[in-house]
């Protein structure tokens, strides 16, 4: 009896785990594509309204899904503070909070933190340049997140319960 | 500049014992208003840069002018006549050496605060050399220009910074009204001065009371259309008035002159057209536009006297046309805003010598 409600909690733990890493695998390309749009959205703001970073970057984070959401409007509370804090420290300051929040990998976060060295700091077509850049890094990098997810997802659902049914096997 | 207003508002109280205890607690609330006016500005400055200027009293925050901020040079402050140094503590020092030095990374910040972090936002008026900020004030920015063509594209390196505070003087032009009204309209007028007597805060005084209307002189208001090139006279921030320009004005903000002109000319209606600065050879075409449409145009040139106003080819030649029914000439003999001269533009014989200004 007992040996059966064990084999239960261990099949059930190693599901569990690799089901959340399967998710990490598939949250990367939704939270990426998520950036892209946040980027397209401060891309028109910027382009054909020329609003002040602190209220684009407001709009914007009412139209994508957190955690990206979340981080823009970070920075502008950051901005807005009033302390004169510059774009780059915003961005960074706000990027740490991001950080344990997003799945994310460092190479992704490393496009953003680059754009946030320019952002604001000089005219109109120089800050669409740079938006585009991050922008199709940012779809590069999602093409390889939707190869890893496509691989790794199903692998990674079905070895978690494998691995823990493997494992009851053996013990049993 | 404070003395209109104090003037104004007393009128009723002069010459006795009770009007001098009322002028004494006016005075002060003027002061205490024009310094509040002035503190706006502490909002773009960075918290050490804030630091050192909130400790300055009221006193010469009412009076005070600019605060100019260049890279490894002293902060200056400048009051009429004179300027402050500031060293590290806020304290006031006489010598260059003591004086706290703006570091490069202050006027970044400093600006990052004048242009919310997106200079993008302000590149027309980068090119142009200042941005103006909530209240109206005015930051003046210089640096390496980048050109493209024979236009600037746009500033970068920046070097230094001028924040000038703008103060509206409500009543500046009150002892002017009577000179430029005929009954019921406006005469064409023209106010000549050279730079710092107060030719923009007597402009924006004029457009206020033309459009509110003035009831002790029988006047009623007027629809004013105000081309405002160089945000100076509404002060616009971002397409808002923070300057007090009437109930019947049209602000058609940061357009070129002759363009603006003829543009409110169709667009608004005007009964009167208002704008700063006149002197290229197009904004006499357009000029010559508005008077043949019946408008009253109201206009100021930058001049020291009206034969030096007569060595200017583009102004002679508005001049000999002689459609300016006023000119009005302006000095600082008895502070910024004093009226020397009115001159009637048709016979050019003077009608009113002296200061009528009230400074």
Known sequence: MYKIIGAMFVIGAAGFLGLTVANAYQNRPRELRDMQTALHLLETEIAYGATPLVEALDNVSTRVPSPVGRFMSEVARELSAGYGATVREAWGFALNGFRPETFLKEEDLSVVKGLGEVLGASDRADQLKHLRLAIERLKAQGHKADDEAKRNVKLWQCLGFTGGLAVTLILI | ?359
């Not at chain 2, 400790?55 to 402050?77: K, Y």
């Not at chain 2, 005084?205 to 004013?224: C, K």
């Not at chain 2, 002109?261 to 010559?288: C, F, H, K, N, Y």
Request: charged share 25%.
């Open chain 2, 1 to 359: 500049m404070i003395p209109f207003g104090i003037h104004w508002e007393n009128r009723k109280y002069a010459y006795t014992q009770e009007g001098d205890k009322h002028l004494l607690t006016v005075k002060a609330q003027v002061l205490m208003r024009e310094s509040q006016t002035a503190r706006g500005i502490l909002n773009y400055l960075p918290p050490n840069l804030r630091g050192l200027l909130e400790g300055l009293p009221d006193s010469a925050w009412c009076h005070l002018e600019e605060v100019r901020l260049r890279v490894n040079r002293p902060i200056m402050i400048n009051l009429p006549g004179r300027e402050l140094l500031l060293d590290g503590r806020g304290q006031v020092v006489s010598n260059l050496a003591d004086a706290y030095s703006v570091s490069a990374d202050d006027l970044v910040r400093t600006l990052q605060l004048v242009t919310g972090s997106s200079l993008y936002a302000v590149e027309e008026e980068l090119r142009a050399g200042y941005v103006t900020v909530s209240g109206g004030h005015r930051v003046g920015v210089v640096g390496r220009t980048v050109m493209d063509g024979d236009r600037i594209q746009t500033l970068k390196q920046f070097t230094a910074l001028n924040l000038r505070i703008s103060r509206e003087v409500t009543g500046a032009a009150d002892s002017l009204m009577p000179y430029l009204l005929d009954r019921k309209r406006v005469r064409h007028t023209l106010i000549v001065s050279p730079p710092g007597c107060g030719k923009t805060t007597i402009l924006r005084d004029v457009a206020r009371q033309v459009s509110n209307g003035i009831p002790a002189l029988g006047f009623p208001g007027i629809t004013v259309g105000l081309v405002d090139e160089r945000s100076e006279l509404a002060g616009c921030y971002r397409g808002i008035p923070q300057r007090d320009v009437g109930p019947r004005t049209d602000v058609l903000d940061a357009c070129p002159k002759a363009l603006g002109m003829l543009i409110m000319l169709r667009a608004m209606a005007p009964q009167v057209i208002v704008s700063d600065e006149i002197g290229r050879t197009e904004d006499v075409s357009a000029l010559e536009e508005v008077i043949n449409a019946g408008v009253a145009i109201i206009s100021t040139a930058h001049a020291a006297s009206l034969e030096e106003l007569m060595h200017r080819p583009v102004l002679r030649n508005i001049l000999s046309i002689r459609v300016f029914e006023r000119l009005v000439m302006l000095g600082r003999s008895k502070g910024p805003g004093t009226v020397e001269k009115i001159v009637n533009g048709r016979t050019m014989q003077v009608i009113s010598n002296g200061d009528c200004g009230g400074a």
